[in-house]
């Protein structure tokens, strides 16, 4: 049976040149790739002012996300890109202000059960159908209101109320200019050129940041003082679960900065991942209908025509591995960086202290002697033993180790119920003439968006 191939750079013949590594890299993450790099163990490329190790092979992923994670934080070039908008938060903190958040948000996450955030992810999906219904026939670019969705999953979940449309445009609008100039930002710090960074990138990164920072303190504050005054919140959402935890060792509470940035990371984490990986799942059902079908069966068979319950999500199989597969074929988060603390050997090569040591999902989850069709849209894959060994051996979209995506469980649940509405609802056809074209920057999005056409399907 042959399978959907998605597009994507066509990988180069032969490695690219310093001057067009860092012209294609500013473009995208995945330009400058070559074939070798979907087969190699470990790459290295050396340039003034940059050692840099690519990490593949399976054995060494797990030495440096779980076995030895600590000798291989988070790479502090690329840590400042991210940092005027997630300030010190978790997702890019290192050292002992990892370990104080880390415990302090595991406490957090314990008690926000699926069965807590289960009613807002519904009431999202609810209210992303009822626009759905008021589009016209024809094609649409399905991506803003991916983002909508996910954006108003995180919103219902951290603060109980849904993200009206203008803030959804918003903080959509202001994500994209984040992603724009975050290649102008990153690049130079990796390549040692921090000198190179032009004032007016950072501007705007600053600028784009700050709207979004902004949304977030306007719903955290009221909230922080009503909690002052011994309020209580009517219902409980994770803001209130985040005001309330206390660092179990030392009884301390979050300051009103650490909770903006770790809603900030809870928000990026949980609603530009998860965007970015149903719009990808979306574009991968439409161009393989005979997996839509089945897939529609399945959604159909278990929950008919009543509101789907959270035990349904468990029982759908292969909703699952339709987003286990969307998730290997476009990571949200192609390239995880990290700085090697001290020197070490790494198979035949000696690290230096310093190097940044890349972990490359993309890559890994690609790999051409790790995965059989690696680049088709196969989610029955799971079902044999090979892609059960390579789900085990080389599928990291989340992370791995002790710096593992905290929200990973969500995702999933939340990512199976908007695809089961999906599903129930709507037939998936590809717009024609229109191929989404991943570009790969701080999460790996379509350039030209996500252009469908919905065929509503009648009520079972």
């Known amino acids: ?74 790479s502090p070039r690329l840590v400042a890109a991210l940092q005027p908008l997630l300030g010190g938060g978790l997702l890019i903190a290192n050292g002992e202000a990892w370990v104080r958040q880390r415990r302090t948000l595991q406490a957090v996450y314990s ?126 959402d994770m803001l209130s679960v985040l005001l309330e935890a206390r660092d179990p060792e030392t009884g301390a509470a979050l300051a009103f900065d650490e909770v903006v ?60 591995n339709v987003f286990r597969e969307a998730l290997r074929l476009f990571p949200p988060v192609g390239f995880l960086a990290r700085e090697a603390a001290a020197a070490c050997p790494m198979r035949d090569k000696q690290v230096p202290a310093g190097a940044t040591v890349m972990v490359a999902p993309w890559l890994i989850q690609r790999h051409r002697e790790l995965w059989q069709e690696p680049d088709a849209f196969d989610p029955d894959r799971y079902l044999r033993p090979d892609g059960q060994e390579g789900l085990r051996e080389a599928w990291l979209p989340f992370g791995l180790g002790p710096r593992a995506c905290l929200g990973a469980a969500f995702a999933l649940q939340e990512a199976a119920l908007v695809l089961a509405t999906v599903l129930r609802a709507y037939r998936l056809h590809p717009a024609a003439g229109h ?3 991943p570009v790969g920057r701080l999460t790996i999005r379509p350039a030209n968006g996500l252009r469908l056409v919905l065929e509503a399907r009648r009520a079972a």
């Open 111 to 236: 008690q926000a059960s699926v069965d807590m955030v289960f009613p807002h992810m519904l009431a999202a999906c609810e209210a992303m159908l009822e626009r759905w219904r008021q589009l016209p026939q024809g094609s649409h670019d399905l991506e803003p209101d991916l983002n909508h969705v996910a954006a108003d999953v995180i919103f219902r979940t951290i603060f109980s109320q849904p993200i009206e449309g203008a803030d959804a445009r918003k903080v959509f609008q202001a994500f994209q200019a984040y992603q724009a100039v975050a290649p102008a930002l990153t690049l130079p710090a990796l390549f040692g050129l921090r000198w190179f960074t032009m004032p007016w990138h950072r501007r705007r990164s600053a600028r784009a940041a700050a709207q979004i920072r902004q949304l977030i303190e306007a719903m955290v504050r009221p909230r922080m003082e009503a909690m002052a005054r011994g309020e209580r919140p009517e219902q409980t």
């Open 435 to 437: 191929v989404p074209w």
């Open 1 to 74: 049976m042959k399978h959907f191939c998605p597009a994507y750079p066509a990988p180069r013949a032969t490695r690219a040149s310093p001057l067009e590594l860092f012209r294609a890299t500013r473009r995208s993450w995945l330009e400058p790739l070559y074939e070798r790099s979907y087969r190699m163990q470990m790459g290295e490329v050396h340039l003034p002012g940059l050692d840099l190790y690519m990490v593949n092979q399976p054995s060494l992923v797990r030495r440096v996300l779980v076995k030895e994670w600590q000798q291989f934080p988070k």
């Open 261 to 320: 940035d770790q809603v900030a990371v809870m928000f990026l984490a949980g609603h530009e991942t998860t965007a970015s990986a149903l719009t990808w799942a979306l574009h991968l059902l439409a161009n393989a209908p005979d997996v839509q079908e089945r897939a529609h069966a399945e959604v159909a068979a278990r929950m008919g025509a009543r509101a789907p319950r959270v035990d349904d999500l468990k029982e759908l199989p292969l909703v699952w």
